[in-house]
């Protein structure tokens, strides 16, 4: 996956489409103005700002400012910022990492049953008080090999481990 697909993927879950739309023109040239992005995305200035401020304050984009020395306003040069994108797409797998190691801590720490009716899982703990029966339909709770689980478990921490190492 390029850099790009991952900062397209990133503002579309965080922002949403109009935020695709300004990277995609953001990944175009090296950076550019207000006044271009609002000519080739047709946005209001506010909505344009208040977008890339979302953007910048993900560390998705950053920006350089320079006085005009005509106006005296400032003048907004906006770039993508793909080490902000990086940082970004590490935090976020260092967190399902911490995740799928608890779920395997979980699996691996308990003994499971399920209803072979309605397939309802729970603990031998939370099986025993029900004198293995499932609370919802009285069904019998029978013993479950949950061995495929921890397995693929395993393979997706290594796989995420190997990922940030690099």
Not at 49 to 61: A, D, G, H, P, T
Not at 74 to 87: A, D, H, Q, S, V
Not at 141 to 150: A, G, P, Y
Request: net charge neutral; charged share 30%.
């Amino acid at each position: 996956m390029l850099p790009n697909d991952g900062l397209v993927m990133v503002a579309r879950e965080l922002i949403g489409e109009e935020a695709v739309r300004l990277i995609q023109i953001l990944s175009e040239q090296d950076e550019t103005t207000d006044d271009e992005l609002i000519a080739k995305t047709g946005l209001k200035l506010n909505n344009l700002r208040k977008l890339l401020y979302q953007l910048f304050e993900q560390s998705l984009v950053s920006y350089r400012r320079v006085r005009d020395k005509d106006a005296g306003w400032f003048k907004y040069y906006w770039r993508i910022n793909k080490t902000g994108l990086i940082i970004l797409l590490n935090a976020k797998k260092k967190k399902i990492l911490l995740k799928l190691k608890e779920r395997l801590s979980y699996e691996t720490e308990n003994q499971f049953f399920s209803c072979a009716s309605c397939g309802t899982r729970f603990t031998f703990e939370d099986a025993i008080e029900t004198n293995f029966h499932c609370p919802t339909c009285a069904g019998r709770l029978d013993s479950v090999n949950n061995q495929d689980t921890v397995f693929i478990l395993k393979i997706k921490i290594a796989e995420l481990e190997k990922n940030l190492a690099e």
